[in-house]
C-alpha cells in the first residue's frame, strides 16, 4: 500500500517540480481504501503541467470509465522518477509532449486518439503505453476495481476462499478431480464465510 | 507418453530423428521419479480438487466430447506428502512454491544429498569452461565464484544440467586447439535442433465470474489430442493445459498487442475470465539453434546465448488448429468473447544436445553420454531427441536417474 501512503501523505520535497491531485469520489474503490478526501502525487522531472498531459495519455491508452484518476496518477510518478535518472528518457518525454500540443489534455477522447496513433511508433508512446500497463494494473486501486485479489499466501491460499465456489456449471467428478485436502471437506467450504 | 517418433524422418524441412532409446526402457525410471516426486494421480496419489478456472475447462471439453479430461499429473502435493505440505491452492504456481507443496530439486534431493556428506555445493558459481588433457577426456570445471574470483575443480567425470540453452553455450565456448568446435560438436549438432513447444494462450470471457487467479495455476489438462494424426492437417499433438495469468501480467503478456476501447474491454471482464494455454510438440529444425552471440557479452566477458527459431509450417498448423478447439470449447458453454492471446517465443527449452543412435545425428548416447567424450554427460533438457508434447520435468528426471545407474556402473568399472 505505499501507493497510497504517497497519496495520502505529501512530502513537500524542495526537489519537487511539479504535481498532480484530484478528489476521492464517494463510494468509488478509492473511498473504500482512501485516507482522506482529496489526493496529490509529486514529481520531481515533470511540471504539473506535463504530468497533467501523461495523465492524460494513460487515460487514453488504457481508458477505464469507472476507474478513479487517482489510478492513472500512480502512473506518472512511476515514469517521472524512471526520467529523474535517466536523461534520454526525460527528453524522450518532453518531445513527445510537445509533439502532442498544448491542448491534448483538453481535447476529447476521439482527437487524443487521433493525435496519439501518428505517434505510435516513437519510443515516447511505447514507453507510455509499457509503464501505464506495468503500473495502472499493479495498483491496489485497480485491484479493488477489479474485483482481483492477488496473493493468497499471507491469508492461508485460496483453499478455503473460494478457489472451487464457481456454482454456475456442473461440479466435476470426483474422478477428474480429486478430495479436498484430510482435515477440509467440501461441505465446509460451502458453509463458508464466502 | 510416446517416446519414439514413429512418423518416419520424411517430413520436409525437419531434423527429425528417432530416440534412440524406447519407452519400455525408461519406464522403470518414469515410475520412479513419479514416486519420488509424488505425481497425482499416479500410483495412488489422488488428484488435486478441482479450481473454477478447471470447472470451466472441464464442462467445455466435454461438451466437445473429450474423454481424457481432468486436473493433471502433477509434481504437486494433493495431500501432505515427503515432509511437505498440501497444495492449499494459492494460485503463482509458475513463481515456485512458497509452502513447498510444488515438487522442487531445491528443497528435496539437493538438501538430502547435503545431508550424506558427499555433496559439496558452491552455490552462486557459474561455470565459464570445461578443461580436457591431451587424451580428450574431460578433466576439469573452471568458474568464477560468489566473489567473482576464478576456481577450478578436478573432475573425474562432468555432467552438465545448464538446460538447453546454457548447456550449448558452455560446450561452445569450451572450445580448445583439439575441440576448435567446442565440446562433444564433432557431429556440428551442438546447439541445434532447438525446440520450445509450441505455446499460445486461449481466453474465454463469460456471463459470470471464474476468479481464475484462485487456484493452482495448471491444474488441468486435455489430453485427447495428444495423438498423432495427419488428418488434422499436422504431425504430432498437443495438450491443453489450464493457465491463469495475475492481473499486471494478463495485459502485458497474455493479450496481443494494443491500447484503447477495445483492448481495455477485455481487461475490464478479466474477472469472468478462463484461461487455456497449448502444449504442443514442435519438430526440430538445423537451423533452430543456440550459437555465441557475436557481439554481446555477459559480466565475465563470455558471449552470451544468440537464440535462432523460425517456425516450421507444421508448427503453424498445429497452433491453429489448437487454438480453434479452445475456442470451440468456451463458446460451447456460452463464452461471451473468445480472445487469442500471443504465443509465447517458450515454455520449456529442449533438445539442442540430442541423444542419438548415431554420432552424426546428435551429442549423446542414450546414456546422455557425449558421443565424442566419455567422461562428459548431459543431464538435462537439452538431450530429448524430440520435444514430444507433454511438459519435460518428468521425462528430465526419468532420464537422469538412468544415467546416474550408468554412471556409478561404469566408474566401478573403471571405463571412466
Redesign the interface.
Known sequence: MDELVHLNRRKLLKTTTGFLAGLVIPGSPLARIARGPAWAVDLTSLTSSEGATLLAVARTLMPHDELDDAAYALVIPAIDADASKDEKLLKTLREGIANLGPDFAKNSESTRIEVLKKFESSPFFQTMRLRTVQILYSSPLAYAYFGYEGEAFSKGGYLLRGFNDLRWLPEVPLEDSGPMPVGVTREEIRDGEH | MALQNRRGHDIAGTSLIDWPITYKELRTYYEIAERRLGV??RNGV???????N???M??GAKKLGYQQ???GHLAIN???FDGRS???????CVQGC??GAKWSALYTEIPRAEATGNLDLRVESTAIRIEHGDTGRVNAVVYRDGQGREQRQKARAVCVAGNAIETPRLLLFSSSSKFPQGLANSSGQVGRNYCHHITGFVWGFFE????S???ATIAGVVEDELINEPKRGFAGGYRMELVTL???T???VGLPYG???D??SI??N??NMAGMFINGEDLPRSDNRITLDPVVKDAFGLPVAHIHVDDHPNDQALRKHAQAQMSRMYEA?GAKRIVLGPTPPATHNMCTARMSANPRDGVTNAWGQTHDIKNLFISDGSVLSTAGAANPTLTIVALALRQAEYIVREMKEHNI
Open positions: 497425482t494421480r489422488p488428484g488435486l480438487p478441482a479450481s473454477n478447471f470447472k470451466v472441464y464442462a479430461v481432468h486436473t494433493s495431500r501432505a498440501f497444495c492449499i491452492q494459492q494460485g503463482f512458497k509452502i459470470q465470474p471464474v476468479y487467479w484462485r487456484g495475475d492481473l499486471p494478463f495485459p502485458l491500447w484503447g476501447r483492448f481495455t481487461v475490464e478479466y474477472r458453454i
